[in-house]
């Protein structure tokens, strides 16, 4: 039996991971949950799962909550119920699942407590990929990939050593807008933009995928994960999200992972490796689909992704300030505060301005992420 934590289980990977859970009753024991502000799901949660522990954002959300927990489980709120969840616990695993780099205290905190990481919450890796990294190596501790670009990364290289590696390629779907080309995309309402093609996902990372920034962040993780150049790193379009990625080895063959998009599949793999389970996803049927299509990714139609290759070689603070600037950029998107190619305009002054601090310790990662933030919503 594995004890697991869920940073974040009220969102789309916190909710898919306690299905994965609920389909394997016999394989995990759920030992803490944090959620953000949906209190009735959380509550749900807690009366299903019966975790020790809980958190929920705030303290007068912890006080609602309170009266409906079972007993034996102890109720925090606030950043500190957030570390109480990563690291206070018997759990083995933590699934990080919060969004955005306000997971990055938490992750820290849980890889210094000696737990094994199922990493969704990409943008810690990108706002601070070489103190995660050298945490996690200083620990002895996993960090097992949950985005489906690495998962599928992570699989073709079972048994293989980075050294015999040619190059790596993501695929991207191309998100809500890839048929339209930038003329189109002025005047794109948020609704359009949060209908994904493939994948049913958190509103951050649908607009992350229209705009191409969330495969500029698998890029930036990739880096970090499996501690490639970037030079070795590419990313193709591929609009049926069925390969997830793939490796190319010096001898040119190739191997790829595909399945069905679903988050439950690279969820589950994380939690269970090296061991694979029956998974509540449908099978693939190569037959019916019949045809996959490439296109070769165009920097120009989608200049965040070059925004985020530029942070990544630049290193340092860099991925901190494209990160936080993207952030608030989406969010004042969301509430309709500037429109949809003011995003990318945002993180590029942002990046302008910034002067980029080599080998930041977490106190300058901290200041560099606030920066970015009060830049970001002053533009
Ligand atoms: P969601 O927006 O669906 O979920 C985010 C979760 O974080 C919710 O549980 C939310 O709580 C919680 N949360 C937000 N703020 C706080 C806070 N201050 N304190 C405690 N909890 C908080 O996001 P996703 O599940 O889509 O994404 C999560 C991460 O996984 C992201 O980094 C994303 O890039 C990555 N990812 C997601 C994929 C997907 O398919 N969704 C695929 C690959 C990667 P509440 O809802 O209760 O407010
Ligand atoms: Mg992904």
């Known amino acids: 039996m594995k004890r697991i934590s869920i940073l974040g289980s009220t969102g789309s990977i916190g909710t898919q991971t306690l299905d994965v859970v609920e389909h394997h009753p016999e394989q995990f024991i759920v030992e803490g949950l944090a959620g953000g502000s949906n209190l009735q799901l959380l509550i749900e949660q807690v009366q299903k799962f019966k975790p020790r ?8 959300l912890a006080e609602q909550l309170a009266p409906y927990v079972p007993e034996g489980t102890k109720v925090y709120y606030g950043d500190e119920g957030l570390v109480e969840i ?6 083995d695993y933590i699934v990080t699942a919060l969004v955005g780099s306000q997971g990055l205290h938490s992750t820290l905190a849980a890889i210094e407590a000696g737990k094994h ?3 969704a919450n990409k943008e ?9 990294t050298a945490a996690a190596k200083r620990r002895n501790v996993m960090l097992l990939p949950v985005d489906s670009e690495h998962s599928a990364i992570f699989q073709c290289l079972n048994g293989e050593g980075t050294g015999d590696v040619r190059k790596i390629t993501l695929t991207a779907s191309g998100g809500s807008f890839r048929d339209r080309t930038r003329e189109q ?12 093609p493939n994948w049913s996902m958190g509103a951050k990372i649908t607009i992350d995928s229209a705009t191409m920034v969330n495969k500029g962040l698998e890029v930036i993780e990739a880096h970090w994960l499996f501690g490639l150049d970037y030079s070795r790193i590419e990313v193709i379009i591929h609009p049926e999200s069925i ?21 439950r599949v690279p969820i589950q793999y994380a939690l269970t490796y090296p061991h694979r389970l029956s998974n509540p996803s449908r099978p693939l049927n190569l037959a019916e689909i019949g045809k996959l299509h490439f296109r070769e990714m165009d920097f120009d139609r989608f200049p965040c992704l070059r925004m985020a290759y530029d ?8 991925t901190t300030v494209f990160n936080a600037a993207n952030e608030v950029a989406v969010d004042r998107f969301l509430k309709g505060e500037i429109a949809f190619l003011q995003i990318e305009d945002i993180i590029a002054r942002t990046l302008d301005k910034h002067e980029t601090a080599a080998d930041p310790d977490l106190e300058q990662i901290t200041a560099a992420d606030a920066w970015a933030r009060q830049t970001a919503r002053n533009i």
């Open 53 to 60: 522990k809980v958190s929920i954002s705030t303290q007068s």
């Open 86 to 91: 990563a690291a206070g616990t018997d759990a």
């Open 117 to 119: 990481i199922a990493l």
């Open 124 to 132: 810690t890796l990108v706002s601070a990929g070489h103190l995660v």
């Open 185 to 196: 995309l002025h005047g794109v309402t948020v609704e359009q933009a949060l209908q994904h």
């Open 243 to 263: 390969i997830h990625s793939f490796v190319e080895f010096n001898d040119h063959s190739i191997i790829a992972q595909l399945g069905n998009p679903d988050m």
């Open 311 to 318: 942070s990544g070689k630049a290193g340092g603070t860099a």
